[in-house]
Structure formats: C-alpha cells, structure tokens
C-alpha cells in the first residue's frame, strides 16, 4: 500500500490513474478504524480499480476543543489494517500540510443544518464540507463511500455534490454494530468499561422509539424512549428525533408515504455519541 502524506503527491498520482482509465474508489475517514470503515473499504473495493482511504482528523469541523484534543490517533495500526484489507493508497496528511491557507470559505446548507448536527455542534459541517471538497479534488474519485451512522453528513455531502457539480457518485452504506447493538465508532475507545456497558442502551432507546411509533404519537413515543433513557445516569441525552430521511425535518407524524429516520445523540461523561435507525 502506498501511504503519502503530501498534497501534491496524492494529486500527482490520482492524475496518473485517471489518465490509466481506471475507477477511483474513495473512503474519507478520521481514522482510528473498525468495521464500520473496513465495511465501506470492501464495497468500494469490489466496485472501483483502485481504492483511496484518507485518515485525516479535520481540526475545523470539531466544535469542541477536548474532543479534539482527545479524538483517537491510532494511525500505525490504521495504515496495517488497511494495507491487510487491500487498499492501495493512504492518504494521511498533517493539519499543517492540508491547511497551508487557512480556509475561510463558508458554506450554508440552509434547513438541512439547522437541525441535529448542525444545531448542536457550530461550525461542523462547515467544516466537513470544507475538508471533503479539499479531498474531492485531490482524490478525484469516481466513488465516495459513507456511512449511514453520519445521516446528516451523508445528506449534506449529497448537496455539496449537486451545488458544486462534483462528477462523482456517492455510496451510503449501513451501520455496523457491535454484538450488543452499539454503533461502532471511534470515540468508543474513549468510553470508561462502566459507560461502555449502558452504551447499548442507545441503540434500544431507538428500538423502543421504533416500536412505539406503531401506535402512539410521534410525541408520546419520543417521550416513552427519553423517559427510557432518563432510567441510565451515565447518559446525557442532547436530542432524540424522528425525522424525514432526506430533507432531516422533524415530523410531527409517520406514514408508509414518508422515509423516516429516528437519529439521537447522547453524552457518556465527555463523550459525545451518535446513532439512527430507518424505518
Ligand atoms: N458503525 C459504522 N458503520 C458504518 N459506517 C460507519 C460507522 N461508523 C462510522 N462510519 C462511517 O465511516 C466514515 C468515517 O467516519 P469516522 O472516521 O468519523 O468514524 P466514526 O467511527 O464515525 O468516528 P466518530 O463517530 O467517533 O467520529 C463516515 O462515513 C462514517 O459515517
Ligand atoms: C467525512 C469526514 C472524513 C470528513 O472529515 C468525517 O466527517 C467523517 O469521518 O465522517
Ligand atoms: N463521524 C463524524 C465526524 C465528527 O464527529 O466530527
């Protein structure tokens, strides 16, 4: 696996493979990797020649200094975890060397932002939108793969791609879980054992919400899985939604016609925790 870490170099070598006519797969990550990513390496593996995997901790999309400070570096391990799984090249780039300009460029995604997200963490997707359009253009791939955990990223991903005219496809794969329904993250390494055990409680607060939604209100069900989660001290719920998958507007009722999408986030201690599920 070729790892680089220069802005020309991975621009240099993606020019090459496309003048070779071949596919470009590409999975952006912050790294510190588990099946969750190496789930979306093997899709855009199977579908493209060659696959990019970027692990980058983008400094502007975080909100929150310690969680950046804190966010796990693990890149050694990533680098052997990637090249076992075939991904021919690694994109690892210092802050420094991504951000030589300071970006100033601003982005207003509208309605889609001003919710979840995009309400809770200031300057977030500002951010993303930022550093993935830098990787878009050095990567050049014909494939971006995303997972489904990041719901509204992969929502506004989608609307970077049609407002600028990227010439790319994105894919949005499921969310891979733990054995006891914990979505797999990164910053589930920074969970103490005791938060780590109430951590799938996450998870069956939305299933509850899931069921529920069969024959309550939206209102009533949301107030049986918060009233569920309030049972765990350990967790901080900061939203529990139920959502329209795409538009991410919430609903005030649910119907066959209508994709919906049940997104929470909660902190454990100072970790701060996402997860969905699509009905
Ligand atoms: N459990 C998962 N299943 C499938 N895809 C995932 C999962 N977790 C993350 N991804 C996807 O992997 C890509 C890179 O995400 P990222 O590196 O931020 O990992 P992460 O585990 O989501 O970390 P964290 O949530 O702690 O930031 C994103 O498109 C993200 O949606
Ligand atoms: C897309 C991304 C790599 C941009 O930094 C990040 O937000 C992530 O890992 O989901
Ligand atoms: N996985 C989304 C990146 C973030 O939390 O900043």
Same mark, same amino acid.
């Given at each position: 696996?070729?790892?680089?870490?220069?802005?020309?170099?991975?621009?240099?070598?993606?020019?090459?493979?496309?003048?070779?006519?071949?596919?470009?797969?590409?999975?952006?990550?912050?790294g510190a990797?588990?099946?969750?990513?190496?789930?979306?390496?093997?899709?855009a593996?199977?579908?493209n020649? /060659?696959?990019?995997?970027?692990?980058?901790?983008?400094?502007?999309q975080f909100?929150?200094? @310690?969680?950046?400070?804190?966010?796990?570096?693990?890149?050694?391990?990533?680098?052997?975890?990637?090249?076992?799984?075939?991904?021919?090249?690694?994109?690892?780039p210092?802050?420094?060397?991504?951000?030589?300009?300071?970006?100033?460029?601003?982005?207003?995604?509208?309605e889609l932002?001003?919710?979840m @997200?995009?309400?809770?963490?200031p300057?977030?997707f500002?951010?993303?939108?930022? /550093?993935?359009?830098?990787?878009?253009?050095?990567?050049?791939p014909?494939?971006?793969?995303?997972?489904?955990?990041?719901?509204?990223?992969?929502?506004?991903?989608?609307?970077?791609?049609?407002?600028?005219?990227?010439?790319?496809?994105?894919?949005?794969?499921?969310?891979?879980?733990?054995?006891?329904?914990?979505?797999?993250?990164?910053?589930?390494?920074?969970?103490?054992?005791?938060?780590r055990?109430?951590?799938?409680?996450?998870?069956?607060?939305?299933?509850?919400?899931?069921?529920?939604?069969?024959?309550?209100?939206?209102?009533?069900?949301?107030?049986?899985?918060?009233?569920?989660?309030?049972?765990?001290?350990?967790?901080?719920?900061?939203?529990l939604?139920?959502?329209?998958?795409?538009?991410?507007?919430?609903?005030?009722?649910v119907?066959?016609?209508?994709?919906?999408?049940l997104?929470?986030?909660?902190?454990?201690?100072?970790?701060?925790?996402?997860?969905?599920?699509l009905?």
């Amino acid at each position: 696996m070729l790892q680089l870490t220069s802005l020309s170099d991975i621009r240099r070598h993606t020019e090459l493979l496309r003048q070779q006519g071949k596919r470009i797969g590409f999975v952006p990550t912050m790294g510190a990797l588990h099946e969750g990513h190496l789930s979306l390496l093997r899709a855009a593996k199977k579908q493209n020649d /060659v696959t990019v995997c970027s692990v980058f901790v983008n400094p502007v999309q975080f909100n929150n200094a @310690e969680d950046y400070r804190l966010y796990p570096r693990l890149l050694e391990k990533d680098a052997q975890m990637l090249d076992q799984e075939g991904c021919d090249i690694l994109f690892a780039p210092t802050s420094e060397e991504m951000y030589r300009q300071k970006a100033i460029l601003s982005f207003d995604f509208g309605e889609l932002e001003r919710v979840m @997200e995009g309400a809770h963490r200031p300057g977030h997707f500002n951010g993303v939108a930022t /550093v993935v359009s830098k990787l878009f253009h050095l990567v050049k791939p014909h494939q971006a793969f995303f997972g489904q955990k990041d719901l509204q990223q992969f929502a506004i991903v989608q609307q970077l791609v049609l407002d600028l005219s990227f010439d790319l496809e994105l894919v949005c794969f499921p969310i891979i879980r733990e054995e006891d329904g914990l979505a797999m993250s990164s910053r589930n390494r920074r969970l103490s054992s005791g938060q780590r055990q109430v951590a799938p409680k996450l998870f069956e607060a939305l299933q509850l919400l899931r069921e529920k939604l069969r024959t309550a209100t939206v209102e009533e069900a949301r107030k049986e899985a918060e009233a569920f989660l309030a049972l765990f001290p350990e967790i901080r719920l900061e939203y529990l939604e139920v959502v329209h998958a795409q538009t991410l507007q919430p609903l005030e009722e649910v119907n066959e016609n209508v994709p919906v999408a049940l997104c929470l986030a909660a902190f454990l201690g100072e970790v701060r925790l996402i997860d969905n599920v699509l009905l």
